[in-house]
């Protein structure tokens, strides 16, 4: 509606009859992330969006903050693997759905950094491992120590006593602490992974990043749901993007963010397509998902989000122009 005529009804009273399109103005910049360890996260990506810097530059601000400083479950500080490394998976998909992947990456801090070099100078997505290290290293990543973090050497060492191959991913209900509960428990458990974040900058583009050290004590080798383009991070610049955070293995199974955003297309908000998706993995099996966490997260094209779990506990961090918070996720069981 014109500015002229929405005066004219305010003065006959009739205004409320009709919205102004502006009620339905995009909310935008906006970004959003898995965990309450995305806020710092947002923050960084902020700096770059309230400038009217890019979504894509967005998104690479955040993850690679969070490569820097969190000591669990991105980046070197992670938990190793079985053999006691720390590989790590990353990807990052701009509005153009140019996309790029790094999975099994080791020794080198900024993973995210890689996979948007692979993106912007390689006719690929994917690299992988020792091909990943050497793409890395040919193009100026410093090849880092490899050693543990104290508190990945700690819980290494305490896996390392049962050696039990039963990864638990996202696990605060059964522990029976609340949402915003510390990275890892006592006995080394991790409660928080992955890192996904979705922007929306003020030209309206999406674009999106994850990065993660994944699944801890995870076979040497594997990769999950997050360097998995449709998986661990979907965009679509005419309707939205997800991510994921949890047990990638059934995020893959189900094509999770992927289907989140066609789910999108049909017409569904962002909370109810993160819950279509959460709903599949555990129609698939129900007595498995029982036992897993897997969260969805997702934005539209308006600026609107919504996040959804199999589990309680997910939890994702949004900054806008107006807010600034935390926001407990529904969820399924
Ligand atoms: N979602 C992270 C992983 O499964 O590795």
Redesign the pocket.
């Known amino acids: 509606m014109q500015r002229r005529n929405f005066l004219k009804l305010s003065s006959l009273g009739l205004a409320s009859f009709q919205l102004p399109k502006w009620t339905n103005a995009v909310q935008k910049p906006l970004v959003v992330s898995t965990w309450d360890s995305g806020m710092p996260v947002n923050a960084e990506a902020w700096k770059v969006l309230e400038q009217g810097g890019s979504a894509l530059d967005a998104v690479e601000a955040g993850a690679r903050y969070i490569e820097d400083t969190i000591d669990c479950c991105v980046g070197l500080g992670g938990y190793p693997d079985r053999d006691g490394i720390v590989t790590l ?1 990353a990807c990052i998909m701009d509005d153009k759905s140019n996309c790029g992947a790094v999975a099994g990456l080791e020794r080198i801090k900024h993973p995210i950094s890689v996979a948007r070099k692979v993106m912007e100078t390689t006719p690929h997505v994917l690299l992988v491992g020792d091909g990943a290290q050497k793409f890395a290293l040919q193009n100026g990543f410093p090849l880092e120590s490899g050693e543990l973090s104290e508190s990945g050497k700690k819980a290494y060492q305490k896996w390392l006593e049962k050696s039990q191959y039963k990864p638990e ?1 996202n696990i605060e209900n059964k522990k029976g602490n609340g949402p915003f509960a510390p990275a890892f428990f006592e006995d080394g458990t991790a409660n928080h ?2 890192m996904g974040l979705l922007a929306l900058d003020q030209q309206g583009n999406l674009s999106g990043a994850v990065t ?1 050290s ?2 801890a004590f ?1 076979i040497h080798g594997r ?4 360097p998995i383009i449709g998986a ?1 991070l979907f965009v679509d610049n005419e309707i939205g993007a997800a991510t ?6 059934e ?1 893959i199974r189900i094509c999770g963010t992927h289907t989140v955003v066609e789910l999108m297309r049909q017409g569904l908000s962002p909370e109810m397509a993160c819950k279509k998706a959460c709903e599949r993995i555990v129609n698939r099996d129900p007595k498995k998902a029982a036992t897993l966490q897997v969260g969805f997260l997702a934005i539209n094209k308006k600026g609107e989000t919504g996040a959804y779990a199999i589990q309680k506990g997910f939890v994702f961090s949004m900054k806008s122009n107006t807010e600034n918070k935390i926001n407990p996720s529904k969820f399924l069981l």
Request: charged share 25%.
């Open positions: 998976d991913i992974d992955t993660t994944g699944m995870k990769s999950g749901d997050s661990g994921s955070s949890g047990v990638g293995e995020v």
